[in-house]
């Protein structure tokens, strides 16, 4: 049985940083590209940051590009998402996203779910 387990999401004033770690197990973690998605209330969920089954490649939405640094520890089977220089639109649920081979921008793409962990960033 596959399980994505999120932690780290809390209240946090903006210019802080957090970091979020998702813990897989139940599958073969180096063999997945993980993805970090977040859904604010009222909107739709959306991508936030992707890397690779190796970690070698990475890619970020434009608005935390340079703020956010998605890693992984495959030893761990730990994926990782250090953000910095919150803002308060970064307010949302946290959810990371495993699929298997190559990953995507796309939220439909992805085969395993974690349960979400709560950001919020104040003013």
């Known amino acids: 049985q596959v399980q994505l387990v999120e932690s780290g999401g809390q209240l946090v004033q903006a210019g802080g940083s957090l970091r979020l770690s998702c813990a897989g197990s139940?599958?073969?973690?180096?063999?997945?590209?993980m993805g970090w998605f977040r859904q604010a209330p009222g909107k739709e969920r959306e991508f936030v940051a992707r890397i690779s089954g190796s970690g070698g490649s990475t890619y970020y939405r434009d608005s935390v590009q340079g703020r956010f640094t998605i890693s992984r520890d495959n030893a761990k089977n730990t994926v990782y998402l250090q953000m910095g220089s919150l803002k308060p639109e970064d307010t949302a649920v946290y959810y990371c996203?495993?699929?298997?081979?190559?990953?995507?921008?796309?939220?439909?793409?992805?085969?395993?779910w974690g349960q979400g962990t709560q950001v919020t960033v104040s003013s």
């Open positions: 996203a495993a699929k298997r081979a190559v990953g995507s921008y796309n939220a439909e793409a992805y085969d395993y």
């Open positions: 139940g599958l073969p973690f180096n063999s997945y590209a």
